[in-house]
């Protein structure tokens, strides 16, 4: 086999900003890549965004921007966010870019040639948030299955792709290949669907109805379906047919994607590639869904998790272990905030942290911070060796690597932490230490933990790269050989007798979850009041309702763990209010004690750490911190404010 490693994630819309679940694909693909790349096979990893269609027209009229802006902008969201989860893509492709746009030309005119394209009328119910027409033996109670709406039935004149003469050679290619699509169950859910007769694809919308798309090369007055597009971003992105990528890297291809878009990948991709005589790709491999809480992730219930705003709450290799540690690759998984701190807690800040830092500080004051020499006649004689435990650890790493199992190979790795962990303290070294006749045994031992650390730090570099760099400077090596290592990083003594050891600097600070709350409450505060769309227009029937009043503080408060809040008291003449307000970080209590406020004294109460806060004190915010606003001219506490 060849040492090419081509890894694909899905391109995604550009109806909507990413989220954890883009997060993850991409996370998961840079994690396959760093993998083999640290193996010594040349890598390509291709992300980018699918950019044509209907949904991307609808999300732009709703943001009132032209379709071309406005997938500008979304894509830019995307190819922006990547390297600041540590995620480094090979190519971002767009297929709104011309050299993808003349291969999917290209190839409709090859496939056209050959005569499996036509041109018939047709009557069907048409999902618009699947962009096809649903089948009527796949609609429920009339709706579509996944969208839960009710698909329009439109008939028009369209091209078709004859699927159905590919059907036996795809059920074929897939039970002679078995892991062909992976895990199991998902080829399993192909053949389930393929027993069926496969009806033929249509692959055009009139441009009478959508004109945002990629024409067709045989007739000017369509444009072709946007699963057909985006598809054929996979060979376009090499530079197929002649182009140096292509030939090194195709077909040697592993696919990724959730299993929401299983059938386009199972069956229109591979069926594509036959007939345009595209070598079928090597794997395609399918993972789960990331619910929230244990409920589906969607806008409407607002709980869309921004992978963002976790990984700078926590780290990006803290974010990207949990993902990878989590989800068991093929099953769905639920995330959850403060499991991921649990996680952080036990895995990251003590079992690895904790073992790391300790080693550090016993090698610094045992062995004056220089490595010591394998002693193999004193390992074999006492059997004090690391070795056939992290030859088994790298084993299944290396095999769970291969199946994308990622939370398998970590958890080999953890195993073994766990073990040096055991083996620090049935060894004790600093008994060891006290009796300068134990020196060899005490050697022994700490080279063991130091060279078992190097390999931890090699095999967590695909997932945690910050991390296992800054191990492998710490352990005085060069941290470019865990990409560049060819494989020879995980073999067992590659630690060089004399390295200088460094001062050990914590890899990961514990998480304190109640802590974490009300400072989210206070951003959360802060970001609304910073953020500054233009608002609609209102009546000043509208404003009337808002209750706005001077009032005077007469206490002020510092909230204990709240680092953004304040608790004020505050007279309105006619009552007393207790009010939370996000100001802390530009003003002292102290400060505001005797100062004239505006406050917003009907709206609704809101408990926020768990104190009722009756009002609001208005102010102007910005970057630049809150400006509490105050009458120009003195005014007794109740004064209208109008
Ligand atoms: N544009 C198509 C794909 C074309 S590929 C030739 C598309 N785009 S998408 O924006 O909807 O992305 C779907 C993919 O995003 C999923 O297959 C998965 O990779 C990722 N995920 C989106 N939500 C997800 C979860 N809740 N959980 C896990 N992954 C999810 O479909």
């Known amino acids: 086999m060849s040492q090419a490693f081509y890894c694909t994630t899905p391109i995604y819309y550009v109806n909507a900003k990413p989220h954890l679940g883009h997060a993850y694909t991409t996370i998961l693909v840079d994690v396959a890549s760093r993998a083999a790349k640290a193996a010594g096979k040349e890598t390509f990893f291709l992300t980018g965004t699918d950019e044509h269609g209907d949904k991307v027209v609808e999300a732009a009229r709703k943001n009132n921007m032209e379709p071309k802006a406005y997938v500008d902008y979304i894509s830019g969201l995307f190819s922006d966010l990547w390297p600041r989860l540590s995620i480094k893509p090979d190519r971002f492709i767009r297929t709104t870019e011309d050299d993808h746009i003349k291969v999917v030309r290209q190839i409709l005119a090859k496939i056209y040639e050959a005569g499996d394209i036509y041109f018939a009328s047709y009557t069907g119910h048409y999902c618009l948030g699947c962009e096809r027409f649903v089948l009527e033996r796949e609609l429920v109670d009339g709706l579509c299955p996944d969208h839960g709406t009710k698909p329009e039935v439109i008939s028009e004149s369209n091209y078709f792709f004859r699927m159905s003469k590919y059907q036996t050679w795809l059920i074929d290619h897939i039970r002679a290949n078995p892991d062909f699509i992976r895990p199991k169950r998902y080829a399993n859910e192909v053949l389930s669907f393929l027993r069926e007769p496969l009806e033929d694809l249509c692959i055009s919308r009139p441009k009478s109805r959508l004109k945002w798309g990629i024409s067709l090369p045989f007739d000017e007055n369509f444009v072709t379906y946007v699963w057909f597009d985006a598809l054929l971003n996979y060979v376009s992105a090499l530079g197929y047919p002649d182009g140096a990528n292509y030939k ?99 895995d990251l800040a003590n079992d690895l942290g904790n073992l790391f830092s300790r080693v550090l ?188 009043r001077v009032g005077l503080v007469t206490d002020a408060q510092a909230i204990p763990k709240a680092k953004k809040l304040l608790l004020l008291t505050v007279d309105i003449g ?46 102007a915010v910005d970057e630049d911190g809150a400006r509490v606003l105050t009458p120009q001219k003195d005014a007794p506490p109740g004064t209208p404010v109008q």
Not at 366 to 381: D, I
Not at 518 to 534: F, Y
Not at 574 to 588: D, H, N, P, Q
């Open 361 to 548: 500080t016993m090698a610094g004051k045992f062995l004056a911070s220089a490595a010591p020499a394998r002693n193999s006649a004193l390992e074999k004689e006492s059997g004090l060796t690391l070795e056939n435990a992290a030859n088994t650890m790298v084993e299944q790493y290396l095999e769970a690597c291969q199946s994308f199992a990622f939370a398998n190979a970590l958890k080999a790795v953890w195993d073994f932490i766990g073990l040096m962990n055991r083996f620090v303290d049935t060894n004790a070294p600093w008994v060891l230490a006290k009796d300068q006749k134990d020196k060899p045994k005490l050697e022994t031992v700490l080279y063991n933990l130091l060279e078992g650390l190097r390999l931890v730090a090699a095999l967590i570099w695909p997932v945690m790269p910050d991390t296992a760099e800054k191990m492998t400077v710490q352990l005085g090596m060069d941290p470019r050989m865990l990409s560049v290592g060819k494989g020879a990083a995980l073999a067992w003594g590659g630690l060089p007798a004399g390295a200088t050891l460094a001062e050990p600097q914590a890899l990961f600070p514990r998480v304190d979850w109640e802590a974490i709350e009300p400072e989210k409450e206070a951003k959360k505060m802060e970001s609304a009041e910073q953020k500054n769309p233009a608002k609609e227009q209102i009546s000043f029937d509208d404003f009337k309702k808002l209750d706005l």
């Open 248 to 346: 090194k890297f195709w077909p040697a291809v592993q696919h990724v994607v959730a299993k929401d878009i299983l059938k386009p990948h199972g069956i229109y991709w591979p069926i594509m590639q036959k007939a345009a005589g595209i070598a079928p790709y090597q794997h395609l491999n399918v993972h789960g869904y990331w619910n929230v809480d244990k409920t589906k992730m969607s806008k409407s219930l607002g709980n869309v998790v921004d992978p963002l705003a976790l990984a700078e709450r926590y780290g990006v290799d803290a974010f990207r272990y949990f993902l990878m540690r989590e989800m068991v690759f093929g099953l769905d998984s639920s995330f959850s905030e403060q499991a991921m701190v649990a996680r952080i807690n036990a």
């Open 574 to 619: 006619s009552e007393t209010r207790t009010v939370v307000a996000g100001i802390s970080l530009s003003y002292k209590p102290e400060e505001l004690v005797g100062k004239k406020v505006v406050l917003l004294a009907n709206l609704a109460p809101a408990k926020i750490m768990g104190i009722t806060s009756q009002g609001m004190v208005l102010a």
